[in-house]
């Protein structure tokens, strides 16, 4: 068995993951700053073009369905690092959409985390070698339905 070894430079220190839901690909959406905080996407203005660039940066090809006002996933119990996003639906991460505000910036309510459920179908994770790796470092990963 062989393995393609990436260094992926792009966006350092920056991660998104799903929580909360049934499945891998869906749920409540978490993202982590450039100063290494976890929170949350605020859902005001949020559409299916945001979802594409999420679970796109999760190794998914598209999203199935975005949800609003934590439902059905919940909340995170943390703050809002991105409000009113509005992605064009091409753009490699989240952070690069468009949005009124700066990075930690918001006018939400605990109850307005945003969620999606991501198309499950051929996907590409990067998956680290050992327990020293950072996450953007690894082995590219593609699983298949």
Same mark, same amino acid.
């Not at 990436?6 to 450039?34: A, F, M, P, W």
């Not at 989240?94 to 996907?123: Q, T």
């Not at 070698?129 to 339905?145: F, M, P, Q, R, T």
């Given at each position: %068995?062989?393995?393609?070894?990436?260094?992926?430079?792009?966006?350092?220190?920056?991660?998104?993951?799903?929580?909360?839901?049934?499945?891998?690909?869906?749920?409540?959406?978490?993202?982590?700053?450039?100063?290494? %905080?976890?929170?949350?996407?605020?859902?005001?203005?949020?559409?299916?073009?945001?979802?594409?660039?999420?679970?796109?940066m999760l190794g998914?090809?598209?999203?199935?369905?975005?949800?609003?006002?934590?439902?059905?996933?919940?909340?995170?119990?943390?703050?809002?690092?991105?409000?009113?996003?509005?992605?064009?639906?091409?753009?490699?991460?989240?952070?690069?959409?468009?949005?009124?505000?700066?990075?930690?910036?918001?006018?939400?309510?605990?109850?307005?985390?945003?969620?999606?459920?991501?198309?499950? %179908?051929?996907?590409?994770?990067?998956?680290?070698?050992?327990?020293?790796?950072?996450?953007?470092?690894?082995?590219?990963?593609?699983?298949?339905?």
């Open positions: %068995m062989s393995y393609l070894y990436c260094y992926v430079h792009y966006y350092l220190s920056l991660v998104v993951r799903l929580q909360g839901g049934s499945t891998q690909n869906e749920g409540y959406i978490e993202i982590k700053d450039s100063a290494g %905080m976890w929170g949350g996407i605020c859902d005001d203005a949020w559409d299916l073009l945001d979802g594409h660039v999420i679970c796109r998914y090809p598209s999203a199935e369905t975005v949800y609003t006002s934590s439902s059905p996933f919940g909340s995170g119990g943390g703050h809002f690092t991105l409000d009113n996003v509005g992605c064009v639906g091409n753009e490699a991460s989240i952070f690069d959409c468009p949005r009124p505000y700066n990075v930690g910036k918001h006018n939400c309510a605990s109850s307005e985390w945003s969620g999606v459920k991501c198309h499950e %179908m051929d996907r590409v994770r990067l998956k680290s070698v050992n327990s020293l790796d950072k996450a953007n470092e690894g082995y590219v990963y593609i699983l298949g339905k």
